[in-house]
């Protein structure tokens, strides 16, 4: 009996670390500016407190199944808010956007784990009330009717502040300008199925960077640029664990240009001209209307005062160094090339649509074996990761050939 108090225990320690954790990543990163920004996260705290009490009042049952099947809830609903839990951090984590509401999908997951664990307390809650002499019937609907309760109200409390705090914002003035996009916050977003474009013109950063699983960095890469129609210009750097270095491209209409410090800048062929190396690569290669049919809607978000639908779609490795070429950097070889690559690597790609229907943010993360190439450390798993934001995209530059 004192073996199982302590595993039941130690299993409600877990739930309500768990929930912490989640509520902690809301307190930190929850910010969209309406006025009770505070309160939505002070409601994510009430999870944990539920989740407490079985801290304090174990769910114990007597006989082998009914033990057992207690203990499966607590770890279901541990098995069903670990995968919340890290999209909740991705999300706020990334930067430079704030969750207004949640998806549906995202919103249940969440309930889901909620009623599990609110089910996990109000049993044994149920046990304190009733003593553990009490029919096992009566403890089971007891504790079911608080589990019910403490969902209903946890969830009213935390939807209900969300969405008041929706509601503040939408009826705030809107800002003069956003380099993100439409700051209406009456415009809806489009699906993430829907038509999808790149804005005329676009100033884009990214940054890249990877690890080994042992803990081993990989390098990282920055770039700046700025693209006009199918005209483009970036500065990339660059230190990996292969080389280090700065590069150069300039494309104009159907001619392009390479600077390396080794090499000055170098004429690139026709043949190896590529249709875009910035946002539009992003669209070109992952994001067509076939790839994006069955995209996952993470929610509408708020990204720089801007309105912008997150979405989410499964990736493979050579479709992610299309579409961030500068992840090629890490293998040795130029972004210009297309020779495919890391063919067993998987990951996924999110994106951000704006109010414009355009791609404002994009961001990718691919994991595969060392054996795949040459990587630094022993680790058995090496992770990518870049970054790429489109902004100022109603702007107009003129790209320049380099100088001679």
Wanted: charged content about 20%.
């Amino acid at each position: 009996m004192r073996v199982r108090l302590f595993e039941l225990r130690l299993l409600a320690i877990t739930l309500v670390t768990l929930w912490v954790v989640a509520g902690l990543a809301i307190l930190t990163g929850y910010r969209p500016g309406g006025p009770v920004d505070l309160i939505v996260a002070a409601a994510a705290f009430l999870p944990p407190a539920a989740a407490a009490l079985a801290v304090i009042w174990p769910p114990l049952a007597r006989g082998d199944r009914a033990a057992a099947a207690v203990g499966w809830l607590g770890i279901a609903s541990a098995v069903l808010l670990l995968p919340s839990i890290g999209s909740i951090v991705r999300n706020l984590a990334a930067g430079g956007r704030q969750t207004i509401l949640p998806s549906a999908e995202v919103a249940y997951a969440l309930m889901l784990a909620l009623a599990a664990t609110c089910l996990f307390s109000g049993l044994g809650v149920a046990r304190a009330v009733l003593g553990q002499t009490a029919l096992r019937w009566r403890r089971l609907v007891l504790g079911t009717l608080i589990a019910v309760t403490a969902t209903s109200l946890t969830a009213a409390a935390f939807g209900g502040a969300a969405l008041a705090n929706e509601l503040a914002l939408r009826d705030a003035p809107p800002p003069q300008a956003s380099r993100w996009g439409p700051t209406d916050l009456t415009l809806e977003p489009r699906d993430c199925d829907g038509p999808l474009r790149a804005g005329r013109g676009a100033r884009v950063d990214l940054d890249a960077s990877g690890r080994v699983d042992d803990g081993t960095a990989v390098g990282t890469v920055t770039l700046e640029g700025v693209r006009s129609g199918t005209d483009e210009r970036w500065t990339a750097s660059r230190a990996t664990h292969r080389d280090a270095g700065q590069t150069q491209y300039v494309r104009v209409g159907e001619r392009g240009w390479l600077y390396e410090v080794e090499h000055g800048w170098r004429s690139i062929p026709e043949s190896r001209q590529l249709p875009g190396t910035l946002d539009t690569a992003v669209i070109n290669a992952a994001l067509s209307e076939a790839d994006r049919a069955a995209a996952e809607d993470v929610g509408v978000e708020l990204v720089g005062d801007a309105r912008a639908r997150h979405c989410r779609r499964a990736i493979d490795g050579p479709t992610a160094l299309a579409a961030f070429p500068a992840l090629r950097w890490f293998l040795s070889q130029n972004p210009l090339d297309t020779e495919p690559a890391l063919r067993v690597w998987r990951g996924s790609l999110d994106w951000w649509v704006f109010a414009d229907g355009e791609l404002g943010m994009a961001a990718v993360e691919i994991s595969g074996p060392t054996f795949s190439g040459e990587w630094p450390g022993r680790g058995l798993q090496v992770t990518l990761q870049a970054q790429l934001t489109a902004l100022d995209r109603s702007s107009e530059t003129v790209i320049e050939p380099p100088p001679r």
